[in-house]
Structures are given as structure tokens and as C-alpha cells.
């Protein structure tokens, strides 16, 4: 880790969001995807702007960078960033991929913008009193990897590992593991969450009702690349019926007070690595306006 982020500039503290407000006894499970996080920044922003504050955020990849950024109370930041850099290939892009080895690029996300261009309220995040947990696939045994973080830049490594996409991505190494994008094993933690957490869940997901996952059209060049990891790769194998079966239950949970449901109401038509800002806006418009639509329904699901 660098010095600048071991040592972020003084700036980067400001009133978070969460200031003065209670939690929930709720976990928020959030979805990855990509760009198409710009769905649940917009109903993350939905629920700051409501005072709704979960006691604890179950992320994976851009669910995770969605929810540290919800944990710190910084109202706005998800979908400004990505607004922002999405026409930098310093911040996600295959020129990135070429260059450092990561699409989205290590350095400059996650110490070029948050210690310099755009300070991130590190102060913010660990005195909240919401805590985050960031999903991560462990490719020796694979398995999704859980980790709370207790503090914001020693754990940093984990949120990158979260949102370290397959083949673009270098393998994170982190006490003794080797960690990948998390949504290879759990794309959706709703299990973890009904095993370790409380009586009610707000899951947001990032594609629509009607979305089926296909089989990965990259299998051989993933086996040839994660060879010394067959564990991992069985699961990149089976993660279309594993998640299309999950896709599959999620409404009737929904339907029977497991969890309260949100999703995008049409399909999602932003690439993963979108360079349209326009686009991005437009995601990020409907997706807290999807949270306002269905605030009366999840108000009584919390307070019931």
C-alpha cells in the first residue's frame, strides 16, 4: 500500500450523511454489476436522502464499492465518479487492462481519486455505525469470501478484490488468499445474509425481472487461465444455473416478507465499462426513482 493512501490528504473529511440518525436493524444486499451499479447508486441515494441507514451493507464488486461509499454517508459520490471518469481509461477500460493489467485501474480509483482529485471521508466510514461486508470469490477454495471491514484503508485490499473482474483483472493476494470479483460465488449474498444477519433485508439488484444469465462464452480461455484453481473454475462453469436459480426465488422471497426486492423495472442496456455519461445519468435517474416508487411498500416493510 502506498504512503499516500496510508496517509490521505486532510481534506477528505466532511459531514457524512449519516450524521445525527439511527440505523436499522436491516441488512442491505447489493448486487454487482459493473456500470450497471449506477442502478443501486441511485437508490442508495434515494435512502440517505430518507434517512434509511442499514446496520450492516453485504456488497459485491460495484455493490461493494456502492456500499463503502453508503457506509461513509458520502451522498452522491457512486454515481458522480462514475459520471465523471467513465471517458478516462485511467478508471475502467480495456486500455486500462493493457497498461496496468486491471480494467478498472488499481491505482488510479483507488488512490489517484480519493486521496487527490476527489477526497473520499475515510474519517466518515470508520466512526459510521453501519458496518460493510465485501464479497469476494477465494479462487484455491472456491468459495465466496465475507469480509467486514473494520477499517477503511487497511481492508481496502478486499473491496479491490471485489470488484476484480476475471481475466481483467490481477489476482488479489491478501492474508493468504487469493481473491477475485466476488459475484463468481455469491453474486447475490442473500444466503450469508439470512444465516449471519437480522429478521429483514433490503436486496437491490441490477438487472430486470426477465434477465436470464447464459453460459460464460470465455470457459476455455477461463480454464486455461485459472488452471491451478479447479475449484474456482467449476464454479465460473455452473455460476449461469447457480444464478438464474437464484434470480428465480428472489420474488417469491420477496413475496413471502423474506426480503424486500428492488430491481430495475426495464432491462439494463449500460455496458459494463459504459463510457456514455448521458447513459450512466439516465441509470442512476431511474434507479432512485424505482426506490421512490416503491418507498410506500418498503417503508411498511421496515416498520412492520
Known amino acids: 500500500m502506498s504512503d499516500d493512501i496510508k496517509n490521505p490528504t486532510p481534506e477528505s473529511t466532511h459531514e457524512p450523511a449519516w450524521r445525527g440518525c439511527s440505523t436499522l436493524p436491516v441488512d442491505l444486499v447489493l448486487e454487482g454489476g459493473a456500470m450497471r451499479g449506477q442502478f443501486t447508486a ?29 457506509v461513509a454517508g458520502e451522498l452522491g459520490r457512486a454515481c458522480y465518479l462514475n459520471v465523471k471518469y467513465c471517458d478516462d481509461w485511467r478508471y475502467l477500460s480495456m486500455k486500462s487492462f493493457v497498461r496496468t493489467g486491471n ?42 469470501d465475507y469480509h467486514e471491514f473494520t477499517d477503511s484503508l487497511a481492508d481496502l485490499p478486499y473491496l479491490i478484490a471485489s470488484s476484480s473482474m476475471p481475466l481483467v483483472s490481477q489476482i488479489v493476494e491478501v492474508d493468504g488468499k487469493r481473491l ?55 464454479r465460473l462453469h455452473n455460476r449461469h444455473y447457480d444464478y438464474n436459480r437464484l434470480y428465480r426465488a428472489l420474488p417469491r ?13 426495464e432491462p439494463v442496456t449500460v455496458a459494463s465499462m459504459e463510457r456514455d455519461p448521458a447513459k450512466l445519468m439516465a441509470l442512476y435517474e431511474q434507479g432512485y426513482a424505482e426506490a421512490g416508487r416503491v418507498w410506500p411498500a418498503l417503508e411498511r416493510y421496515l416498520t412492520e
Open 253 to 265: 422471497m420477496h413475496d413471502e416478507g423474506w426480503l424486500f426486492l428492488v430491481r430495475p423495472p
Open 42 to 70: 441511485g437508490v442508495l441515494d434515494f435512502l440517505m436522502d430518507q434517512k434509511v441507514f442499514c446496520e450492516r451493507v453485504i456488497g459485491v464488486s460495484a455493490g461493494a464499492l456502492c456500499g463503502y461509499n453508503y
Open 103 to 144: 480494467a478498472c485501474g488499481r491505482d488510479f480509483s483507488f488512490n489517484v481519486i480519493p486521496n487527490k482529485l476527489e477526497p473520499f471521508n475515510y474519517a466518515g466510514f470508520d466512526t459510521s455505525p453501519m458496518r460493510l461486508v465485501a464479497v469476494s470469490s477465494n479462487l484455491d477454495t472456491g468459495e465466496a
Open 180 to 234: 477475485l470479483d466476488g459475484g463468481t460465488c455469491d453474486s447475490v449474498p442473500v444466503l450469508y445474509s439470512l444465516l449471519t444477519g437480522p429478521r429483514k433485508r433490503i436486496v437491490v439488484l441490477t438487472q430486470a425481472a426477465d434477465y436470464v444469465k447464459g453460459p460464460n462464452k470465455l470457459m476455455a480461455l477461463l480454464r486455461q487461465r485459472y488452471a491451478d484453481a479447479p475449484l474456482y473454475v467449476e
